[in-house]
């Protein structure tokens, strides 16, 4: 049985007609830049995200980007993140000056360890930035307690986690700003990039709604060097669609998880841990195997899906050589980058495709 990683044709096919009128009514108007379909989505993401401000941006990465640029984040700044996660964390970091200061992750969740975070603080230290990876919400209050202790900014890389809860609290409702992915792959899914930034700072909701449109108020003057990361109406009227099944979808990826974890229990698959205080929406489901290598071969044979996220920390990236770390500095990372392996967990998967996935990996590992 083919079962891919993702299958995101099946889940368009359900929704077909309602995106092609919606676009269509986007293109008939005319209004391809800004206009009420963007307002619209800002609103609903704001409200959805336990926020008062929502800025849409034209990708998850713009929208780190754009934090970093509106909190006066560059040169000679430090932001402390984790070494595991996708690459648009630490280079959007990089990308304004600022030299990105790592923290090895807690080895259960995959996410930046609090514990390790005070004794990464320097008087250059501007900001933390932890990523909620694979849908998972970190650690936010000792997180939180050190970001106050100092008076340093917290930017929530929540790429991966919207809906996502910790003790109650939101994903991006917990630090300075949450910032949003609607890459295809997210649980929700943009036709292609865009983002969007949640706040309840309004100052800061003003700067980020200059920030992103060239750093202009108004037009042509600019208070700002900014850049152009505005969200597109296309892509803002097609989430619209979909935001309504959003819940339902994540609901359906924490079944898949469950029935996973029933499937794995006894054998030497490790499944994702959820701390007790969080409500992960199961972006990936990552387990650990030993032999990480050979199941991809076999699940490959088997046309079986599976990714690797990630293979190679981003403390041991080529572009990132001149920070000066090497191999062994964060340990958990690069034994997780050995280990892990994502496999199907989109809503469409059928009882039977779920159950050929984990017989493909139990017969693998036997």
């Not at 919606?22 to 995200?49: F, M, N, T, W, Y």
């Amino acid at each position: 049985m083919q079962v891919p990683l993702l299958d995101l044709k099946t889940q368009y096919t359900s929704i077909r007609d309602e995106v092609l009128a919606a676009v269509s009514e986007v293109l008939e108007s005319q209004r391809c830049i800004g206009g009420p379909k963007v307002a619209e989505l800002e609103e609903k993401i704001a409200a959805l995200s336990d926020c008062k401000f929502a800025v849409g941006t034209s990708s998850g990465t713009d929208a780190i980007l754009n934090s970093l640029m509106s909190l006066d984040i560059g040169k000679d700044d430090e932001v402390i993140t984790t070494p595991f996660t996708f690459f648009a964390t630490v280079g959007s970091i990089v990308r304004t000056g600022a030299k990105p200061v790592f923290v090895d992750i807690d080895p259960n969740t995959y996410n930046i360890n609090p514990d390790l975070i005070e004794q990464a603080v320097t008087k250059r230290t501007e900001a933390i930035m932890p990523v909620h990876l694979f849908g998972q919400m970190a650690d936010m209050d000792p997180i939180m307690e050190v970001a106050n202790r100092y008076n340093l900014a917290v930017i929530e890389d929540a790429a991966q986690s919207i809906t996502s809860t910790y003790r109650g609290r939101k994903t991006g409702s917990i630090g300075t700003v949450g910032c949003l992915s609607f890459f295809p792959s997210k649980n929700l899914g943009a036709a292609g990039d865009g983002g969007m930034i949640v706040t309840n700072d309004e100052g800061l909701y003003n700067r980020l709604r200059i920030m992103g449109n060239h750093g202009a108020n108004p037009k042509y003057y600019h208070r700002y060097v900014g850049g152009n990361f505005r969200l597109d109406p296309i892509q803002a009227t097609v989430l619209l669609v979909k935001l309504p099944h959003l819940d339902n979808w994540s609901e359906a990826r924490r079944r898949n998880a469950a029935f996973y974890d029933e499937k794995f229990a006894g054998t030497m698959v490790k499944t994702p841990y959820i701390n007790p205080d969080c409500v992960s929406i199961y972006n990936q489901y990552v387990i650990r195997v030993p032999k990480r290598d050979a199941l991809v071969a076999h699940l490959k044979e088997k046309g079986i899906g599976s990714a690797i996220y990630y293979p190679c920390p981003m403390h041991l990236q080529e572009c990132f050589k001149r920070l000066g770390y090497k191999q062994s500095d964060f340990p958990e990372a690069e034994k997780a980058a050995r280990e892990v392996l994502a496999i199907p967990i989109y809503p469409e998967l059928t009882h039977e495709m779920k159950d050929c996935v984990a017989e493909s990996i139990k017969e693998c590992l036997v």
